[in-house]
Each structure stands twice: as C-alpha cells, then as structure tokens.
C-alpha cells in the first residue's frame, strides 16, 4: 500500500527557530509537494520537486525553502520561523502531475 | 473570483438522505478533477476521479460538465460515516500542470 510519512504530527517552536519538516514516500513517485492547510483557504501549495535536487515555487513560497537531495525523501524548512507559520503542513506525492495526489498524515506546527 | 470554488456549507442531513455538491472551476484548460475527502485533523484522501462521461462509485456518483465548468458529487443514503469535508480539485495545464484544491463543503449527517 502507498505510503507518505510525514516525520512529526505535532510540533511546538518558537519565533526565530529554525524548523525542519520531513517527508517520505516508499512508491518510487517522481512528484512530491508541499501544501499548508489554514481553516477557510483552503491547500495552498508552498513548494513542489519534479525530480531529485529540483524545486519550484507554489505559491506562497516566501519565508520557506526546500530540499530533495534523495527521490524518497522531500523537506521543508522554515528558515526563521514567525508566527503566521502556525499551520497544518501536509506533503504530498503523485506518480505523474496530472494524477492524484498521496498525502501524508500532516503536522501540525504551532510557532508561539 | 477564486480558481475552484465551493459551497462551504456545513450541509446537515439526516441519514439516509441524498445530498449533493457543486464545484465550479473558473480556468477551461483544466483537465483532470477529483472528489477528495478530508477527515477532521486529518489528510485529504481521494474520494474519487471525475470523467468526462461521469462516473459512481457505489452510493457516490460524480459528474463533469465541460460546458458549464462545474463538477458536481451525489452521495446517496448518507451514512453517519460520511460526514467529512469534501474537496473538488482540479489538474489545470498551465504550460505546466497545476494542481488547484476548492476550501471543501463541510457535510454533517445526523442520526
């Protein structure tokens, strides 16, 4: 069965910190995202990778960075973490862009 | 205007009852769409994809209008199970693709 795994599904930081989100996907997906969810917006993407050590920008990407140095493995940093982070942070993969996507368990980052 | 839009409800119904959601889509260079079903405090799953020719999945049937852009999905005999939030999301080719998600229809069944 798919499997994404996100590597925390609560964390606590504070304002200033830098925060690492993991994620990991055993399916051999060549597509993975990174996606924050904020109660009536919706998913907004923040970063996405098409391939190993490729990135591009979704769009809110500001105040955030990311990393694929392995197929499996897709991070996402926050540099200097504020406040107006606090999030449910979800990763996502898919097996080509057209198709669906398979999300991890989400964390749940709150930046006091 | 926004990209994917939907009724954010909530919709209360009583079990047993039929409901259905509307999604309307703004960009006509979409091309694949979805149903999605979120949990509470949870991660979006895949309810089902919609085709052209409209598609059921046992009490759940999705169907695409092209002409009006909206996709729309009936659940029949709701269970309490079913209550959920439920995202329309549309694939759009942009040069590139570019995966849109709707904010979600809350849908609350009662007993």
């Known amino acids: 069965d798919v499997k994404v795994t996100q590597s925390s599904r609560y964390l606590v930081k504070r304002t200033g910190e830098k925060v690492f989100l993991e994620c990991v996907q055993d399916?051999?997906?060549?597509?993975m995202f990174w996606y924050r969810q904020d109660p009536g917006l919706g998913l907004r993407l923040i970063y996405f990778?098409?391939?190993?050590?490729?990135?591009e920008k979704g769009d809110i990407p500001e105040g955030y960075s990311v990393s694929r140095e392995k197929k499996e493995r897709f991070s996402l940093i926050l540099e200097s973490a504020s406040t107006n982070q606090t999030s449910m942070y979800l990763c996502?993969?898919?097996?080509?862009?057209?198709?669906?996507?398979?999300f991890g368990s989400g964390t749940q980052l709150s930046v006091l | 205007r926004k990209e994917v839009e939907q009724d954010p409800g909530p919709f209360n119904v009583p079990e047993g009852a039929t409901v259905a959601f509307n999604c309307t889509y703004s960009?006509?260079?979409?091309?694949?769409f979805f149903w999605y079903r979120q949990d509470c405090r949870k991660e979006p799953k895949l309810l089902m994809s919609?085709?052209?020719s409209g598609n059921e999945d046992g009490r759940f049937t999705a169907q695409l209008n092209r002409a009006s852009q909206y996709i729309s999905l009936l659940i029949r005999d709701s269970k309490l199970s079913d209550s959920a939030t439920y995202l329309c999301?549309?694939?759009?080719?942009?040069?590139?693709?570019?995966?849109?998600f709707g904010a979600g229809t809350r849908l609350f069944v009662k007993a």
């Open positions: 919609v085709y052209s």
């Open positions: 960009n006509s260079a979409s091309q694949s």
């Open positions: 996502a993969s898919s097996l080509a862009p057209i198709e669906k996507l398979f």
């Open positions: 399916m051999d997906h060549e597509n």
């Open positions: 990778s098409y391939d190993v050590k490729m990135k």
């Open positions: 999301v549309v694939n759009v080719n942009t040069g590139g693709f570019k995966t849109i």
